[in-house]
């Protein structure tokens, strides 16, 4: 595996000019914060972040992250799935504003040790936020290029404990009846869940973002917390996840049970597996023209390609 950890990274990569500014720039506002709560007298009860909201956690460089031109904020927020609010692409900008981010919950149970429901607010006083700029490649056969601000997965299972049984992991997302009107439509087995092998959900590529853009994730980019994957297909990443459950079985994913001859579990990125209606090998990068090749594990072959050792990827697609 060749992976590079953060204590390889050279210094002069964590701490270039961009990431100097950025930093400074977050103390002074993190200092604007504190004297405009001081006057407002809000420093016992601290707001819950909203949407459009700086996040950014300092501006920790992350080694994972493409050079790639991120795709325009306007696309990555008005061109999106999020079939909860709609099947077609603007309905989830039109429509989440709706979903009640807060309070919320997240569940982490099943085989683990330490099961704990957790607000998001304390997970994020917990865990590290870095930026981390990743291609995503929708099995539509589109992509994009998005900075998220997130943490590793791994860190927050490191924290559960899983036991020996835990094999696999299984994500549910938000289930909000009266604000998603999506939920009528009967697209697929609601809630929408999906699910990954322990050792995929453990991989220092797999985060939990709660932010874009160095700004709290809009709702219909999956608020307040969404899962990110980005050597699988987008729908993979699940969006405003509420419970994370450890389990001995392969879960079915919802898509799983809507179409089990179109959609794997496993779901890598790979130009050289065809959807059954239509080819993998190209991808329409939005905000371009010209299509390009669409690369194996979407680029992140030399990160995640011994995941899968000795599997038939053809047939576990
Ligand atoms: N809960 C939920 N999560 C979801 C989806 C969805 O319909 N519901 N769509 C998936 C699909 S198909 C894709 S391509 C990505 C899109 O993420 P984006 O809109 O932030 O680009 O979200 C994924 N996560
Ligand atoms: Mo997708």
Redesign the pocket.
């Known amino acids: 595996m060749l992976i590079k950890r953060r204590g390889d990274v050279p210094t002069s990569e964590i701490t270039d000019q961009g990431v100097y500014l950025r930093r400074r720039e977050f103390i002074q506002a993190a200092g604007l914060a504190a004297i405009g709560a001081a006057a407002g007298g809000l420093l016992t009860a601290p707001r819950t972040a909203r949407a459009g909201e700086k996040i950014h956690a300092g501006a920790m460089k992350s080694p994972f992250s493409t050079a790639e031109e991120p795709t325009s904020y306007k696309d990555?927020t008005t061109y999106?799935?999020?079939?909860?609010f709609g099947t077609d692409k603007e309905s989830?900008a039109t429509h989440a504003g709706k979903l009640k981010t807060r309070p919320w919950t997240l569940m982490v149970e099943g085989e683990v040790k330490k099961p704990r429901i957790w607000g998001v607010e304390d997970l994020l006083k917990k865990m590290s936020l870095q930026e981390r700029i990743y291609r995503?490649r929708?099995?539509e056969g589109w992509s994009?290029v998005i900075p998220w601000v997130g943490f590793a997965l791994g860190d927050l299972i490191r924290e559960a404990e899983p036991t020996g049984k835990a094999k696999f992991v299984e994500f549910v997302?938000a289930y909000q009846p009266d604000n998603m009107p999506g939920l009528r439509i009967p697209a697929l087995d609601w809630p929408?869940v999906e699910g990954l092998r322990l050792d995929e959900a453990m991989h220092p590529l797999t985060i939990l973002a709660v932010g874009m853009y160095g700004e709290v994730l809009p709702n219909?980019?999956?608020a307040p917390i969404r899962l990110v994957v980005p050597w699988k297909y987008?729908?993979k990443?699940?969006?405003?996840i509420a419970r994370i459950r450890f389990v001995e079985r392969m879960p079915q994913s919802a898509w799983m049970k809507a179409s089990p001859q179109e959609y794997g579990f496993y779901s890598n990125v790979n130009p050289e597996v065809d959807h059954p209606r239509w080819s993998q090998a190209n991808e329409r990068r939005i905000g371009e023209f010209l299509k390009r090749k669409t690369l194996m594990f979407n680029g992140y072959a030399d990160q995640v390609a011994s995941l899968y050792t000795g599997m038939d990827l053809k047939k576990n697609f």
């Not at 999106?80 to 909860?84: C, G, K, V």
């Not at 990443?237 to 405003?240: N, Q, R, Y």
């Open positions: 990555a999106n799935n999020y079939y909860e989830p995503m929708c099995v994009m997302t929408y219909q980019n999956g987008g729908f990443s699940g969006k405003s």
